[in-house]
């Protein structure tokens, strides 16, 4: 983006920014975060560090979309900016890309969306209606094992499933079936702890422990 600003060629700038809003951000991320900021206690570091996160990505998108963008940047730079007017910023500093962690990531959403093709042929079908409502056996060959296995329990969080089994066989392979758990009226994932609290009964364990105990730990997503 700022290679492109050093010799005044916005429309690659106004193309880039559309491709990562509407993929990366909306198509991936945002989509995978929700979970941690709605359902994680409010003063937790799970939540916390998502909205340090959200804040570092709009301080540097309305700086990138400042120069084409001027009154709606300066109008969202009046809720989140600190000076008077966001031209009188500069852009945003960040290291180096890794190469290898984008590489990761880029297969991991490559397997998700093998998944979510299975649990788009259950939906057509009627057997469920969200994701979330799917619990999925997910067969992956040793790369893509160590790459999954590396999420740890986060990995259902990254795939949207309320259940996913990871195992290792010499294939990719993906079977996803409608889970026969309770939905939890608070995080909408599908367990089998639902009500066996009798004074949050139609919430599930986790939910639980986020509003009234110690909190889930979360790593990746």
């Not at 788009?120 to 469920?128: D, I, P, S, T, Y």
């Not at 969080?157 to 990719?172: G, K, N, R």
Request: glycine share 4%; hydrophobic share 45%; aromatic share 10%.
């Amino acid at each position: 983006v700022l290679a492109h600003y050093e010799v005044y060629e916005f429309h690659p700038v106004v193309a880039k920014l559309q491709l990562f809003c509407s993929e990366d951000l909306g198509g991936f991320y945002l989509d995978v975060l929700k979970d941690r900021l709605y359902t994680t206690a409010p003063r937790s570091l799970a939540r916390r560090s998502a909205q340090t996160a959200l804040w570092q990505l709009t301080q540097a998108l309305l700086r990138w979309m400042a120069p084409f963008l001027s009154f709606t940047a300066e109008e969202a730079w009046k809720l989140v900016g600190k000076s008077d007017s966001i031209f009188l910023e500069e852009f945003s500093a960040f290291d180096p890309p890794d190469a290898a962690l984008l590489q990761k990531w880029e297969r991991i959403r490559e397997i998700r969306d093998v998944v979510n093709k299975d649990i788009e042929a259950l939906r057509e079908k009627g057997e469920v209606g969200s994701s979330l409502q799917s619990n999925v056996v997910l067969t992956a060959p040793p790369a893509d094992h160590a790459l999954l296995a590396s999420l740890g329990d986060d990995m259902k969080f990254v795939f949207i499933t309320s259940a996913i089994e990871l195992t290792a066989a010499d294939a990719l392979s993906v079977s996803a079936r409608a889970s026969k758990d309770v939905k939890c009226e608070r995080c909408w994932h599908y367990t089998d702890d639902i009500g066996q609290n009798a004074e949050h009964p139609t919430i599930c364990g986790r939910c639980i422990s986020n509003l009234h105990g110690a909190g889930e730990t979360r790593h990746v997503a």
